[in-house]
Every structure is written in structure tokens, then in C-alpha cells.
């Protein structure tokens, strides 16, 4: 059909089937999505001017943040314009792919046919070689040894003088391998959009000891009700040897069900919490201002004997076997030393906890000083008590991000049909073999020919081993 004479539709339909067009949406999603993992999505303005400034400059942060915002790069992949791409780059592939399967389809359902001897020189791969016998009695070994090379031969008697032919073919729908993967896409787009469009992402700032039954979206800060509750039991961080850089920090949480707890467990960055399609992660944590905790120690006597206790500030404790008694009078929920020795807070996060306890015998002052939660020297008092700091419960919090993606599963399901359609398209292939043989006096000669829709140097190989094996054979 000539240009003049396509209607629209016949245009539209040559616009979608071309590969052009593929190549410029995939590129325009490739593109647009670099920009959308630079830029962190739902965050406070401060976080992506920080970034902007490192990529443009202190002075130009400002005017491109405001034009990014614009464009709606800030919740890019809830776009009218990103939706737009995926829709249409769905639309190329489906009807690329239909534009073609017809042809590819006929291809894979055509039977293989005797061959006519004179095409023989059109063949890509092509042998001849000599066996003693006569071709009946080498019929058998080449059935035999084609088996054994993969195909299952049909028989044709039908070529002039004495003679038959064999040919087979295998991987037919191996042909269909791009299009599987075409499908692929298709379904991991429908999955990432149903995740998008129907999945949450959020979080939940949760307090030692405090209990939440929603998340707070990232988008607006709703409220979002979960349809169960979490309480985080406690928290705790974990510094590399004695210096201020976290190496861990994990959470105990315990999930409650209609009154039940029905899940406890230890989360960590790697490590999540999955309950009814949400997941936990742990990713930040923080000290809650104008909260009154629980100082939790361990206390050993002179004589051995031990008692774990709860105390709050200004409350006082008695050391097993003694009539030594503590009394907190002060904290520091990260505790240094100036040049001249005196205490002081450097942050109000928790680096370096530390009670300071006065103690007294029979009222009178006995002796006086730092516990640091991080230095257990500190634990040990003049009289051989130790008094192990083990924790302040109930002033920080840990900072989960919750996520729901009810498009997940289908986000794996198109991953594994890509990955088959994938092997099928580039290591399995389409492969024809014809052996002709005719006699020759006492002898027969036989041509093989082949055809391979892909790696054919492979193909070739295979029968250069089969004619060895046959010819040790005969």
C-alpha cells in the first residue's frame, strides 16, 4: 500500500510499529527516571536543594528546584506525563508485536518438508561425505546418530534413483522467545503501575514503648490505617569500637492482631519486618525531647550477688548486701570532657550515655561519679560494686519506613517470564538438518544440510561431531 493511499488509522498503526518510536520512549523513560533516583521523590525541599546545589551550584539550586517541581519531578512516577510514556511505549510494543507475529507464527507452526537436491548449494550449512554401505543399511546408524544429536527424524523416500531423505527439525518456538519478553515488560509495567497507583509508601516515627496502628504517608502526611498495630519494644544502636560512627541499629518490634500478638521480631537495616503485604524498614532513628525514661542497670554487691532495676530520675537504689545507697541526680545523653575536665553535653543524641549517682552509707556521703553506658571501667566502684548502666528505655525512637506494593508479585511473575523469554531468545534457536543420501556403487554419499535461526557456529560444530561419531560408527 503506497503512502498516498494509508488512511490514518493505517498511519497511526506504522507509527506504533516502529522501532523508531521504541527507541525514543525507552530512552525517554531511561532519562526521565535517572532524573526521578537523583531526585529523592516526596522529600523535604531541603534534601533535593541539597543535592541540586552539588549538581548546579548554590545560585541555580534554587530556580532548578522550582522547574523540576514544576515538570512534577518531585513525584515523578505519579505523573500525567511518565503514565503517558509507560501507556505508549505499551501500546509500541503490543502493536510492534502483533504487526509481526503473523509472519513469525507461520514460521513456527510450517512443518519441515523434503528437500529438492538442487537447492543444496543455498544452504548455509552444508557436508558431504562418503560411508560404505548402501543406504538402506545405513539408515538405522544415521536415525540412530540424529537422535543422539537431538532430532527425531522423519523418512522420505521420494528422491530419484536409490536413495531417501531424513530431515527433522527442534526449537520452533524457541522463535517466539522476543515476544515472550515483550510480554514480560508489558507485565512488570502493569505491576509497577498497580504498585504506584494502589500501594502505599510511608512512615512511622514509633517510640520505645508506644503502639501505632497507622503510617503517615510520604506524599501528604495522612494518616494511614495498617488494619493491625505495632509496638516497638526497644531500641538500641551499636557504634564501631568507641567512636561515633553507628555500625548498627535495630529495633524490637511485636505486631498485634485483634488484640493478639501474633509477630515479634528484631529488625535491622537489612533485615525488615513483613506483616500482611507491609514491610518495615529500619531506617533512621532520634532522641525524643522533654521525655522522662527509665534507667535500667544491672547492680552487683561486694559478695557476688546481682539484681536487675528500673529507676527514674532522682529515685534512689540500695546495692545488694549493702547498706550502700545510689541516687540518680543527673544525665547525659552523650557525655565529654573539656580541657579542664569538666563534664559536658555534646548532642542530644544518644553517642555516649551517662548517669551521674551519688552514693551515701547510712546517709552519709560515701562517693560520687560518671557511669558512661560505653565504658564498663566506669561500672566498677571503690568498694567492688559494679554498677552495669544497660540501657535509658523509653526516650529514643526509631524511625521505620513502611511500604505496601500489592504489584510485587506480579513485578516477579513479569521477571520470570523475561528470564525465559530472555534464554529463549538468545541461547536457544530454530534448527533445521536434512541428510540426503544416495547410492554410489558400493558406497553411499550423503549431503547434510542445516539451517540455524541464531548461532550457527555452534550449530555447525555440533554436526562437524556428529559426522566424526557417524563415521566411526559405519
Same mark, same amino acid.
Given at each position: 500500500m503506497s503512502e498516498k493511499k494509508k488512511n490514518l488509522i493505517d498511519r497511526v498503526w506504522d507509527l506504533f510499529a516502529s522501532l523508531k518510536l521504541a527507541i525514543i520512549l525507552f530512552s525517554l523513560i531511561a532519562l526521565t527516571s535517572i532524573v526521578g533516583t537523583i531526585i529523592e521523590q516526596n522529600a523535604e525541599p531541603e534534601k533535593n536543594l541539597i543535592v541540586l546545589k552539588r549538581l548546579v551550584g548554590e545560585d541555580f539550586a534554587p530556580t532548578a528546584y522550582r522547574i523540576l517541581e514544576a515538570m512534577g519531578f518531585m513525584d515523578m512516577y505519579r505523573s500525567w506525563w511518565f503514565i503517558t510514556f509507560l501507556a505508549l511505549f505499551a501500546a509500541n510494543l503490543i502493536i510492534c508485536s502483533l504487526d509481526r507475529l503473523p509472519r513469525i507464527l507461520k514460521l513456527v507452526k510450517e512443518p519441515i518438508k523434503p528437500i529438492s537436491p538442487e537447492k543444496i548449494s543455498a544452504f548455509p550449512i552444508k557436508k558431504e561425505i562418503r560411508l560404505n554401505g548402501t543406504p538402506e543399511t545405513l539408515k538405522d546408524t544415521l536415525i540412530t546418530s540424529l537422535r543422539k544429536l537431538g532430532f527425531k527424524a522423519l523418512n522420505n523416500s521420494s528422491m530419484e534413483g536409490e536413495g531417501y531423505q531424513l530431515y527433522a527439525q527442534k526449537g520452533n518456538w #524457541?522463535?517466539?522467545?522476543?515476544? $515472550? *519478553?515483550?510480554?514480560?515488560?508489558?507485565?512488570?509495567?502493569?505491576?509497577?503501575? $498497580?504498585? $504506584?497507583?494502589?500501594?502505599?509508601?510511608?512512615?512511622?516515627?514509633?517510640? &520505645?514503648?508506644?503502639t501505632s496502628d497507622v503510617a503517615y504517608s510520604r506524599n501528604n502526611g495522612q494518616p494511614h490505617k495498617l488494619g493491625f498495630s505495632i509496638r516497638c519494644d526497644d531500641f538500641d544502636v551499636e557504634f564501631y569500637g568507641m567512636s561515633e560512627m553507628p555500625k548498627d541499629y535495630r529495633s524490637w518490634l511485636t505486631v498485634f492482631k485483634n488484640g493478639q500478638i501474633v509477630m515479634r521480631k528484631m529488625i535491622e537495616v537489612n533485615e525488615p519486618l513483613k506483616f500482611e503485604g507491609y514491610t518495615f524498614y529500619q531506617s533512621s532513628y532520634g532522641v525524643l525531647s522533654n521525655t522522662q525514661g527509665y534507667f535500667i542497670f544491672k547492680v552487683t554487691g561486694p559478695g557476688g550477688k546481682s539484681e #536487675?532495676? #528500673?529507676?527514674?530520675?532522682? &529515685? *534512689?537504689? #540500695?546495692?545488694?548486701? *549493702?547498706?550502700i545507697v545510689g541516687k540518680i541526680v543527673d544525665y547525659s545523653p552523650a557525655l565529654a570532657l573539656d580541657q579542664s575536665g569538666r563534664a559536658y553535653t555534646y548532642t542530644n543524641m544518644m553517642n555516649n550515655p551517662a548517669v551521674y549517682i551519688e552514693f551515701t552509707e547510712n546517709g552519709k556521703p560515701k562517693y560520687s561519679g560518671w557511669i558512661l553506658r560505653r565504658y564498663p571501667k566506669t561500672w566498677r566502684l571503690p568498694d567492688g560494686s559494679v554498677i552495669q548502666f544497660i540501657d535509658y528505655w523509653g526516650v529514643q525512637y526509631t524511625g521505620l519506613q513502611v511500604r505496601k506494593d500489592p504489584g510485587v508479585w506480579i513485578v516477579y511473575l513479569g521477571c520470570i517470564i523475561m528470564g525465559v523469554g530472555l534464554y529463549m531468545a538468545f541461547f536457544m534457536s530454530h534448527r533445521r538438518i536434512w541428510v540426503l543420501v544416495r547410492k554410489d556403487g558400493k558406497h553411499s554419499t550423503v549431503n547434510i544440510l542445516a539451517t540455524a535461526n541464531k548461532n550457527r557456529p555452534a550449530f555447525e560444530r555440533k554436526i562437524e561431531a556428529f559426522i566424526s561419531q557417524l563415521k566411526k560408527e559405519v
Open positions: #524457541t522463535r517466539l522467545g522476543v515476544y $515472550i *519478553t515483550h510480554l514480560s515488560i508489558l507485565v512488570i509495567m502493569i505491576g509497577a503501575v $498497580i504498585g $504506584i497507583f494502589f500501594g502505599f509508601k510511608g512512615y512511622l516515627n514509633l517510640p &520505645e514503648g508506644y #536487675t532495676i #528500673t529507676k527514674q530520675f532522682g &529515685e *534512689t537504689f #540500695t546495692i545488694p548486701g *549493702t547498706n
